[in-house]
Nanobody, 120 residues
Framework: QVQLVESGGGLVQAGGSLRLSCAAS????????MDWIRQAPGKDREFVAA????????RYADSVKGRFTISRDNAKNTVYLQMNSLKPEDTAVYYC?????????????WGQGTQVTVSS
């Protein structure tokens, strides 16, 4: 059974930084595209960032470009999201999700989410 477990969330002041981690277990997800997705209270889920299986290709939402960096360590079966210059509007539950390729829309696996709260 595949599990994705996020960690690293918390409360931070605007302008601060956090680093989220998503550790996979149950199978190797090295060939999977890994995404970070967030959901703010009362809003729909929003794509944040994606990294290809090899870690070479990345993609970001316009709202986080230049502030967030996605990366992965396939030896550890873990994906990271470095978040800098955080803003109150970044407050959300952050989920990692895995899918077989970037051209596929449906995700195969989801984590349980980690809360990020940015105070002004």
């Amino acid at each position: 059974q595949v599990q994705l477990v996020e960690s690293g969330g918390g409360l931070v002041q605007a302008g601060g930084s956090l680093r989220l981690s998503c550790a996979a277990s149950g199978r190797t997800l090295n060939s999977y595209t890994m995404d970070w997705i967030r959901q703010a209270p009362g809003k729909d889920r929003e794509f944040v960032a994606a990294v290809s299986g090899g870690g070479v290709n990345t993609r970001y939402a316009d709202s986080v470009k230049g502030r967030f960096t996605i990366s992965r360590d396939n030896a550890k079966n873990t994906v990271y999201l470095q978040m800098n210059s955080l803003k109150p509007e970044d407050t959300a539950v952050y989920y990692c999700a895995a899918k077989r390729s970037d051209v596929v829309k449906a995700y195969d696996y989801w984590g349980q989410g980690t809360q990020v709260t940015v105070s002004s």
